[in-house]
């Protein structure tokens, strides 16, 4: 079964339109030509071989910031002072996106040792090749899988075990907004392997890739601070059933999972002078993360209809020297090192914990209403923890808080229209020390209004 069998996605229940045989060809020779010349070879039987189907969305969003913030929402701004006014929170602002918009490619291939074989690469528009160069397209799913009657091999890059709920997807129109309290990276290097056990149980075990792979472009080499020379240890345990009904396509589970691993930092234990010349340390630590989540069908729909149906989804995870498979920023969870002389520097990071709830009624067949949310907390300590003085310590993040309300409208089967609200309260480390003399507060809060429209195809 699918790694993402056990956690139904309403993206992947969206994968339905096949392309006319016409356009099934000229994807094929697409693809063929994209794998380069051995692909080449195979093309011309692959046309009766291969099922691609083409899924994804059109998403679009229109809204107001009280703080200049852009459409993606992750930390509220800090608020400033009568006498010393912070600029982003003076002013908020306008904005449009379809940035989120995705594109995938299902790919159902011939038999390999005895399994199905099967491949699913997925992207969106939000990556950009410089500061002011949004919207290019950015690889979210790549892989390839083997799949037995009771057992499969996942190789490439995916959510991770340890991964978010997926109760969000397509109900909220701040896809962004989630990303710091639930989850590991969704897009992490892995081979899993994944044995089910009856109709209920099923593990999940494997390496992840344990460097970073924000550093230096995809396959880059890792930051600094980030080095490990060996993967690290992933999985999960999931039971789950369909007998307590469900709402939409999501049935009963329950699972716990995390990750182990140890990775290597570096930094300067000696700075070149005069007489002396720069010197390189380093030192092992242990990274991990543990979570456990739960998707509960409060009340099931009543067959294909989900007027007054209940569902119920939640999330806890913590850990410690996450790296870059806690994806959020700025510098949450990763690797650091106490502020000050390099030299007698602890080496650390804070343990950071955090979790996640959604709630979704529907009000008729067609109209429902969700609610999210959000915590994390990263506990510095007192070595860790940025000075006032300290510019580096500027952006560390002590605790946020997101409250996500919306109300959705199917108009049809391919469209979503809705209405949302974010409040998202950042807690920072320290006061903003500017010029050792004026100050920005250590909170700042942000209401964001919008409204938007997603297309299923």
């Given at each position: 079964?699918?790694?993402?069998?056990?956690?139904?996605?309403?993206?992947?229940?969206?994968?339905?339109?096949?392309?006319?045989?016409?356009?099934?060809?000229?994807?094929?020779?697409?693809?063929?030509?994209?794998?380069?010349?051995?692909?080449?070879?195979?093309a011309?039987?692959?046309?009766?071989?291969?099922?691609?189907?083409?899924g994804?969305?059109?998403?679009?969003?229109?809204?107001?910031?009280?703080?200049n913030?852009?459409?993606?929402?992750?930390?509220?701004?800090?608020?400033?002072?009568?006498?010393?006014?912070n600029?982003?929170?003076?002013?908020?602002?306008f904005?449009m996106?379809?940035?989120?918009?995705?594109l995938?490619?299902?790919?159902?291939?011939?038999?390999?040792?005895?399994?199905?074989?099967?491949?699913?690469?997925s992207?969106?528009?939000?990556?950009?090749?410089?500061?002011?160069?949004?919207?290019?397209?950015?690889?979210?799913?790549?892989f390839?899988?083997?799949?037995?009657?009771s057992?499969?091999?996942?190789?490439g890059?995916?959510?991770?075990?340890?991964?978010?709920?997926?109760?969000?997807s397509?109900?909220?129109?701040?896809?962004?907004?989630?990303?710091?309290?639930n989850?590991?990276?969704?897009?992490?290097?892995?081979?899993?392997?994944?044995?089910?056990?009856?109709?209920?149980?099923?593990?999940?075990?494997?390496v992840?890739?344990?460097?970073?792979?924000?550093?230096?472009?995809?396959?880059?080499?890792?930051?600094?601070?980030?080095?490990?020379?060996?993967?690290?240890?992933?999985?999960d345990?999931?039971?789950?059933?369909?007998?307590?009904?469900t709402?939409?396509?999501?049935?009963?589970?329950?699972?716990?999972?995390?990750?182990?691993?140890?990775?290597?930092?570096?930094?300067i234990?000696?700075?070149?002078?005069?007489?002396?010349?720069?010197?390189?340390?380093?030192?092992?630590?242990?990274?991990?993360?543990?979570?456990?989540?739960?998707?509960?069908?409060?009340?099931?729909?009543?067959?294909?209809?989900?007027?007054?149906?209940?569902?119920?989804?939640?999330?806890v995870?913590?850990?410690?020297?996450?790296?870059?498979q806690?994806?959020?920023a700025?510098?949450?969870?990763?690797?650091?090192y106490?502020?000050?002389?390099?030299?007698?520097?602890?080496?650390?990071?804070?343990t950071?914990?955090?979790?996640?709830?959604?709630?979704?009624?529907?009000?008729?067949?067609?109209?429902?209403?969700?609610?999210?949310?959000?915590?994390?907390?990263?506990?510095?300590?007192?070595?860790?923890?940025?000075?006032?003085?300290a510019?580096a310590?500027?952006?560390?993040?002590?605790?946020?808080?997101?409250?996500?309300?919306n109300?959705?409208?199917?108009?049809?089967?391919?469209?979503?229209?809705?209405?949302?609200?974010?409040?998202?309260?950042?807690?920072?480390?320290?006061?903003?020390?500017?010029?050792?003399?004026?100050?920005?507060?250590?909170?700042?809060?942000?209401?964001?209004?919008?409204?938007?429209?997603?297309?299923f195809?």
């Amino acid at each position: 079964m699918l790694i993402f069998n056990s956690f139904p996605n309403s993206k992947f229940s969206k994968l339905k339109t096949k392309t006319e045989v016409g356009m099934k060809k000229i994807i094929i020779i697409m693809l063929a030509l994209f794998l380069a010349v051995p692909a080449i070879t195979y093309a011309g039987s692959a046309t009766s071989r291969w099922d691609v189907t083409i899924g994804g969305y059109i998403e679009f969003e229109t809204g107001y910031n009280t703080q200049n913030i852009g459409s993606a929402l992750l930390a509220a701004q800090r608020t400033g002072y009568m006498s010393n006014q912070n600029m982003p929170d003076e002013t908020g602002n306008f904005f449009m996106s379809a940035a989120q918009t995705e594109l995938n490619f299902l790919i159902k291939g011939p038999d390999a040792w005895g399994a199905k074989t099967m491949a699913f690469l997925s992207g969106d528009f939000t990556g950009q090749w410089a500061a002011v160069n949004a919207g290019s397209f950015d690889m979210k799913f790549a892989f390839m899988k083997l799949m037995w009657p009771s057992s499969s091999l996942t190789i490439g890059q995916l959510p991770s075990p340890t991964s978010t709920m997926p109760t969000w997807s397509g109900n909220a129109f701040n896809f962004s907004t989630v990303t710091a309290y639930n989850k590991g990276t969704p897009n992490t290097q892995q081979i899993m392997f994944n044995q089910m056990f009856g109709k209920n149980w099923a593990i999940n075990i494997g390496v992840i890739n344990s460097g970073n792979m924000n550093g230096g472009g995809p396959g880059g080499a890792p930051a600094g601070a980030n080095l490990s020379g060996m993967p690290f240890l992933a999985g999960d345990i999931t039971w789950s059933t369909d007998s307590c009904g469900t709402v939409g396509p999501w049935k009963m589970l329950f699972s716990t999972g995390g990750f182990i691993g140890k990775t290597r930092t570096q930094y300067i234990s000696q700075a070149s002078t005069a007489t002396t010349v720069q010197k390189i340390s380093d030192k092992n630590l242990t990274s991990w993360l543990w979570e456990a989540k739960a998707i509960i069908p409060v009340i099931p729909q009543k067959k294909e209809n989900k007027a007054g149906a209940f569902l119920a989804a939640f999330s806890v995870f913590t850990g410690q020297n996450t790296g870059n498979q806690l994806n959020f920023a700025p510098n949450s969870g990763g690797f650091a090192y106490a502020y000050g002389n390099a030299i007698t520097a602890d080496i650390a990071a804070p343990t950071i914990s955090g979790g996640y709830a959604h709630l979704q009624y529907y009000l008729t067949n067609n109209v429902f209403v969700n609610g999210f949310y959000g915590y994390m907390v990263q506990n510095w300590s007192q070595a860790q923890s940025p000075s006032a003085a300290a510019a580096a310590g500027l952006a560390e993040i002590r605790n946020n808080q997101q409250i996500t309300a919306n109300i959705m409208y199917d108009v049809s089967p391919a469209l979503r229209v809705g209405f949302e609200y974010i409040n998202v309260y950042t807690r920072y480390a320290n006061l903003a020390n500017i010029a050792n003399a004026n100050f920005y507060d250590t909170k700042g809060i942000n209401h964001s209004f919008r409204i938007g429209a997603i297309y299923f195809f």
